[in-house]
């Protein structure tokens, strides 16, 4: 399984930006996708998944309402809307591939390479 990530870049505070996954390799019809963030000296944090099957997200409640995942089912891209950006969002974002719904780094066997967001003030 190979994932590719976009759609970074700089921001201004209270903008917006949609990152994309591309995922290749594999049929996903049974998988997570997963996003997380690690900021500059932090650890890698999640911020949402969503069932390919299904469509059903879950999100860590720091950015539930800001933050929107979806997918593309017949594009095997997934996507994460990030709207009214703040610096402290500024970070690496990384898409992951996982068999099931959970908000664990471990819990995702496939890593994109990750996007920077960074967001100014």
């Known amino acids: 399984v190979q994932l590719q990530a976009s759609g970074g870049g700089l921001v201004q505070a209270g903008g917006s930006l949609r990152l994309s996954c591309a995922a290749s390799?594999?049929?996903?019809?049974?998988?997570?996708m997963g996003w997380f963030r690690q900021a500059p000296g932090k650890e890698r944090e999640f911020v949402a998944a969503?069932?390919?099957?299904?469509?059903?997200?879950e999100y860590a409640d720091s950015w539930k309402g800001r933050f929107t995942i979806s997918r593309h089912n017949t594009k095997n891209t997934g996507y994460l809307e990030l709207n009214s950006l703040k610096p402290e969002d500024t970070a690496v974002y990384y898409c992951?591939?996982?068999?099931?719904?959970?908000?664990?780094?471990?819990?995702?066997?496939?890593w994109g390479q990750g996007t920077l967001v960074t967001v100014s003030s």
């Open positions: 992951a591939v996982g068999t099931r719904l959970t908000m664990s780094v471990g819990g995702y066997n496939y």
């Open positions: 390799g594999r049929t996903f019809s049974n998988y997570v």
């Open positions: 969503i069932s390919w099957s299904s469509g059903s997200a």
